[in-house]
């Protein structure tokens, strides 16, 4: 551990964007550990004290959803930021009132990312979109919403939905839809 540079501590289950990242933020000046699941995040936690936090949404193990207080408990003022590939309104306002200070959509960059641990945290209520989403858009938004308030289990969800549990699977496999300016799916 280097004294006078910042903590960075980068959880993803990805072990090449782990390497990659961890690089190029050692390049950015930080001094970086990493973890490829909750449990080894959690093992770190007990040894070190992070300045910062890059955390997935969706771990093998947990849900980044379910480690952010933990991160936070080690550190109240660590910035985290929640990485994800499925992002959707509903896990991006858990995520800030959860302490995450920002949240980014995969794939992120190193300067995104480094930028959106030094910048100004996220703020809530401009989290909502500004046009109207989509019937896509709306369905991917009430699916995450169900999802999260059954604490990530795949089939109580589709319970929930009325849905089968495959298709709800398939649906959870497919990137979210993309916004367009208007609200309206580009046609194509």
Not at 92 to 101: M, Y
Not at 112 to 129: H, K, M, T
Not at 170 to 181: N, S, V
Request: one cysteine or more; proline letters at 6%; charged letters at 25%.
């Amino acid at each position: 551990m280097s004294e006078n540079l910042p903590l960075l501590l980068l959880i993803d289950d990805d072990t090449t964007f782990l390497q990659v990242m961890a690089r190029a933020m050692r390049r950015r000046g930080f001094d970086v550990f990493t973890a490829d699941s909750g449990t080894t995040a959690r093992q770190l936690l007990q040894r070190i004290k992070p300045d910062y936090a890059v955390l997935d949404l969706k771990l093998l193990d947990t849900s980044g959803l379910a480690l952010l207080p933990e991160l936070k408990a080690v550190n109240p003022a660590m910035e985290v930021v929640l990485l994800t590939g499925y992002a959707s309104i509903a896990t991006a306002v858990e995520a800030v009132k959860l302490g995450a200070s920002n949240y980014l959509c995969k794939p992120a960059d190193a300067d995104e990312v480094a930028s959106a641990l030094l910048c100004q945290p996220a703020d809530p209520g401009r989290l909502e979109p500004s046009a109207p989403l989509s019937v896509d858009q709306l369905e991917w938004e009430h699916i995450q919403r169900i999802l999260q308030e059954q604490g990530g289990n795949i089939s109580a969800t589709a319970r929930v939905l009325g849905m089968h549990r495959r298709t709800l699977q398939r649906k959870l496999q497919k990137p979210p839809p993309a916004a367009t300016g208007d609200g309206n799916r580009e046609e194509g």
